[in-house]
């Protein structure tokens, strides 16, 4: 594609609801990285994959958050029992070059509000 | 833990003027180090890539300089443009021991170019 797509561009859950955000990554890039913004803070790494594995889960911040890809291309972000604090920006990014050695190219993101 | 710092936090200047932006991080042990640009409701637009064994990397009006051995960087923009004006974010790339190179974001310039 273009360049990395995100669904949807905006979410409003309930707290305890669980919610699945997608990311389509440019079309070949085998890197596929989750981040997080949260309002006054910087963007914070979650996970990345190569391919369809996932080496680096560091940044996962607890076990509701889970992802996956498949086909070598989209991903799936879910988040169990959402909670007020993973209000967020959740932003996507691909890499040609595996492992975070090159440019990333970031999608839009999906704006995450739990009430 | 790296820890990345952007200042100030905000800018605001007359159309047509010269501008620096800062950013310092703690830990010299970086692979590259890049500046992006964000628009409200839109994702990161890489604009420059240094790689850590480079000083400094130009593009347009744009010219980014690195002291790995200081922890800087420094974003440079001639002759400003009132579309210049969006949030920049530094972000530096370092080997996570888990697998892949992590992006640590600083907290971002808020640019406002007034015409």
């Known amino acids: 594609g273009a360049g990395v797509s995100q669904s949807p561009s905006n979410k409003v859950t309930e707290k305890g609801k669980d919610v699945e955000l997608r990311c389509d990554p440019i079309?070949?890039?085998?890197?596929l990285y989750w981040y997080r913004q949260s309002l006054g803070q910087g963007l914070e790494f979650l996970i990345y994959f190569q391919g369809n594995s996932a080496p680096d889960k560091s940044g996962l911040p607890s076990d509701r958050f889970s992802a996956e890809r498949t086909g070598g291309s989209v991903s799936t972000l879910t988040i169990q029992r959402t909670q007020q604090e993973d209000s967020a920006v959740y932003l996507c990014?691909?890499?040609?070059?595996?492992?975070?050695?090159?440019?990333?190219?970031f999608g839009p993101g999906t704006r995450l509000t739990v009430l | 833990k790296q820890e990345v710092t952007q200042i100030p936090a905000a800018l605001s200047v007359p159309e047509g003027e010269n501008l620096v932006l800062n950013c310092s991080f703690t830990d010299s042990a970086i692979y590259n180090l890049q500046w992006f640009r964000q628009d409200p409701g839109k994702g990161l637009t890489s604009l420059l890539l240094?790689?850590?064994?480079?000083r400094e990397q130009t593009s347009g009006r744009l010219n980014a300089s690195l002291d790995k051995s200081s922890g800087r960087s420094t974003l440079y923009i001639a002759a400003s443009q009132p579309g210049d004006s969006a949030t920049y974010l530094c972000?530096?790339?370092?080997?996570?021991?888990?697998?892949?190179?992590?992006?640590?974001f600083g907290k971002g310039t808020k640019l406002s170019v007034i015409p």
């Open positions: 079309s070949g890039h085998t890197a």
């Open positions: 990014a691909s890499s040609l070059v595996p492992r975070g050695a090159d440019t990333q190219y």
């Open positions: 240094i790689q850590s064994s480079q």
């Open positions: 972000a530096v790339s370092a080997y996570s021991g888990a697998g892949s190179y992590q992006l640590t």
